[in-house]
């Protein structure tokens, strides 16, 4: 159950934080509410998470590789934002690191 947990956290985050980003700076107020129930429950999630057993470090591990990840890819999708090569061997570095961190 830890992993649905999981999974529903990082929606909710990934969603808050591209929110934010459609608000143009906070100036577009409508898109604040998804930005503060987004974040309220991506924590709460997490808490659930690891009320179901998944370690802290696994947990947060993979929270936040996870949406560092579909943040960078969505950004580019939606709204065209660079997706260099640098930033790929990032998203590649980041990718190893968790499975290590998993494998740990």
Not at 47 to 66: D, E, H, N, Q, R
Not at 68 to 96: E, F, Q, S, Y
Request: charge should be positive.
């Amino acid at each position: 159950m830890s992993w649905f947990w999981l999974l529903l956290s990082v929606v909710c985050e990934v969603g808050a934080t591209l929110s934010l980003r459609a608000s143009v700076g906070m100036h577009r107020k409508r898109w604040l509410i998804p930005v503060g129930a987004g974040y309220a429950l991506a924590f709460f999630f997490l808490s659930l998470t690891l009320a179901a057993g998944m370690p802290l470090g696994v947990a947060y591990g993979l929270w936040s590789a996870i949406g560092v990840v579909l943040v960078c890819l969505l950004g580019r999708v939606i709204w065209k934002d660079p997706l260099t090569r640098r930033m790929m061997l990032g998203i590649g570095c980041i990718v190893v690191g968790v499975i290590l961190v998993e494998l740990g």
